[in-house]
């Protein structure tokens, strides 16, 4: 008689029998957008029971303003984390890109089409300065780029004295508030752009050689990756997405400030941690740095439609970015614990 296997037996293979329950959790385990997925589930639940606001039309297309915007930040960040470092000018990129399209406009009466062209240009030129300090001078990126960030506010502030540019074409601001189909025209711009990133890390080989150099810069250069090239390329699309973010902030505000986008340092690393991303570099998800973006948006938006003070918003932030990091750090160690 053949005995059966017990719950816990080995089969022929060496491995044990697992019960269906089990499996699934261990497929959940392997999920890289598991930590992401559960959170962004359980806050919409309890929000869609606690608040019948949430549905709303107005609520949820606010919502989705703030998930553009903060989606193309957090791209602007995962564009330098794919090579392991890190932009800290990225705020001062964008308000200075914003403040600086307003005034071309403003003063100029340059078309906004041209602006928006010059604009990212200029988001462009100030990552690839960024990037050719740290290739060129060998100083850490996090020097680097805090430098720049103070240059960048401090000549800002100092050029434009605080003043904001309101004058800006009809045209221009009603994109802010424009749909396709009920879409957003920002969300649409935001996902195309996302996308984008999305086809250059995973179909190009000059994405590849950016997540290798991000894995091991010294290795990636010996496979014959100009590594320098790639840090230059990573550090300047993070400047072209920080000013598409910062026009696309100016459209929904219809107002250049010297403000924009002050709020973006946090969740530009929080959106791709808790989408799986790794801030070593080597590894990045785009999928899930937009679901993290999603995630920082919705909570956000929980906190005003419960009455809940905006300032406490950057507090819950960091405890949410610190939670996630123990999360994904205990899902990986599970992981390798049981060779899944």
Known sequence: MTATPGPHSRLPDGSRSKSPALRVWHAFARWDLASVGVALVAIGLVLSVAVPAFHSAYNL??????????????????????????NLALTAIGAMVGLAFGWIIQTFGVPWEVAVVLGVMFGSAAGALQG?????????????????AASYFGAMLGLSRGASYNRLPPSFVALGRAAIIGVPLLLVISVAAAVAVAVLFQRTVTGRRL????????????????????????????????ALAAVMLVARLGSAQPSLGSEWLLPSFAAPVLGGSLLTGGRVLVGGTYLGALLLAVIA????????????????????LLVALAVERG????????QL
């Open 211 to 242: 997540l290798a150099t991000g894995a091991n810069e010294r290795t990636a250069r010996m496979s014959g990756v100009i590594t320098r090239r790639m840090i230059l390329i990573a550090h300047t699309l993070s400047g072209a997405l920080a």
């Open 132 to 148: 050719a300090i740290i290739v060129y001078t060998g100083i850490n990126p996090f020097i680097v780029s805090l430098a720049l």
């Open 301 to 320: 938006n929980g906190l005003v439609l419960f009455g809940v003070s905006a300032y406490w918003y950057q507090t819950l932030l960091g405890v949410v």
């Open 61 to 86: 297309r606010s919502l989705s303003f703030t998930v553009a915007v903060t989606g193309v930040v957090a791209l602007g960040q995962l564009a330098v984390l794919s090579v392991g470092q890190f």
């Open 331 to 338: 899902r990986q160690s599970y992981v390798l614990r049981n």
